[in-house]
């Protein structure tokens, strides 16, 4: 303690500067996510007003038959994760995989969705997973998922800015999937995973992931996308009676792209106004922008439902959960398939 008279210790400028650099940049994505929400929020007020409410009539089948899909979509993606914990050579239940995932997924309505992450592998440690194992599956799931989901959506999505018959679309569709695939393949994916650990200062990985475990969480996840497209696609109908069959692609991939997307805007919670200018932006020249504004909304409330609902029961099957160790060593971790 300074004795009166003494002037207080004063606080070291090396020390200042990381504070100050935090500050500002807080007030830099604040500043991003407020931008967002308005120009997302003007659009959507400006076709909302165009909407004939009177004529609106919902088709409760489709919605109903649109939210179990999205829930199917958000069960697969807990598989998902399981096959990438076998693809190091380990394995947990189901029943853990996907209480991870539920209950972790609330997480994403936190800025930054580092919670997501940190949610995930404290919950499957909690089952008995080493927590490196944990990390990298996770890490596995989560890098998989952004680049099959934009595989996806990219293509159509750019084509379309470009437009359907010109040169410059084919180019793009080709270059998305060819990019895509190259970071896709095994040492390629390693390698880039890697240099992400060591930029986050984490451990990296060893052990290269099973091939046939990979591939499997590959195909599970490009058809978890369809799912979720065509649950979006019911809900988008159930609104909007012009939404045909022939409207499947693009509303799919107009899903999966706000999804990842969305997600990759790491400082706005949960995808907000990302999502919902995605959807307006892209479905406005194909149902009008008086329907697009409405499925953005109508999408965002059944997501938010089902995710939410799902990340109760995710918690509760924690509060329930035995406390045993369900994980085991599986195979030899340095094998590969």
């Known amino acids: 303690m300074s004795q009166p008279g003494e002037s207080a210790p004063s606080v070291p400028a090396a020390a200042k500067k990381p504070a100050r650099r935090r500050v500002l940049r807080?007030?830099?994505?604040?500043?991003?996510?407020?931008?967002?929400?308005?120009?997302a929020g003007k659009d959507l007020v400006h076709g909302l007003r165009?909407?004939?409410?009177?004529?609106?009539?919902?088709?409760?089948?489709a919605i109903?038959?649109?939210?179990?899909?999205?829930?199917?979509?958000?069960?697969?993606?807990?598989?998902?994760?399981?096959?990438?914990?076998?693809?190091?050579?380990?394995?947990?239940t189901l029943r853990s995989c996907v209480a991870a995932y539920w209950s972790s997924g609330l997480g994403k309505y936190v800025p930054g969705k580092v919670a997501t992450v940190a949610g995930a592998v404290a919950v499957l440690a909690r089952f008995g997973l080493r927590p490196a194992t944990a990390l990298f599956a996770t890490f596995l799931h989560t890098g998989v998922h952004v680049l099959v989901g934009l595989i996806i959506a990219l293509p159509p999505l750019l084509a379309r800015s470009a437009g359907h018959t010109t040169a410059l679309a084919w180019a793009l569709r080709v270059a998305c999937v060819a990019g895509g695939l190259a970071c896709l393949h095994p040492r390629v994916f390693l390698a880039l995973g890697n240099f992400a650990l060591v930029r986050m200062k984490r451990e990296p990985i060893r052990t290269r992931p099973r091939n046939r475990f990979l591939l499997a969480t590959l195909i599970v996840v490009a058809f978890?996308?369809?799912?979720?497209?065509?649950?979006?696609?019911?809900?988008?109908?159930?609104?909007?009676?012009?939404?045909?069959?022939?409207?499947?692609?693009?509303?799919?991939s107009t899903a999966v792209?706000?999804?990842v997307i969305g997600f990759l805007v790491f400082f706005a919670p949960a995808g907000i106004g990302v999502r919902e200018d995605i959807y307006f932006r892209v479905l406005g020249p194909v149902v009008g922008v008086a329907s697009s504004s409405l499925i953005a909304v109508l999408t965002r409330v059944a997501q938010t439902v089902v995710e939410l609902g799902l990340g109760v029961v995710g918690l509760a099957m924690l509060r329930w959960a035995p406390g045993t160790a369900d994980a085991k060593a599986e195979v030899d971790p340095t094998a590969e398939g």
């Open 64 to 92: 109903m038959a649109g939210l179990a899909l999205i829930a199917a979509h958000e069960f697969l993606c807990g598989l998902t994760l399981r096959l990438s914990i076998r693809s190091f050579g380990e394995d947990a």
């Open 257 to 259: 792209g706000a999804t």
């Open 50 to 61: 165009q909407v004939n409410w009177g004529d609106l009539h919902f088709n409760v089948l």
């Open 26 to 39: 807080r007030i830099v994505l604040l500043a991003l996510l407020a931008f967002i929400a308005y120009v």
């Open 224 to 252: 978890r996308f369809a799912v979720l497209g065509t649950g979006i696609w019911l809900v988008a109908r159930a609104v909007v009676p012009t939404v045909t069959l022939h409207d499947w692609p693009i509303v799919t």
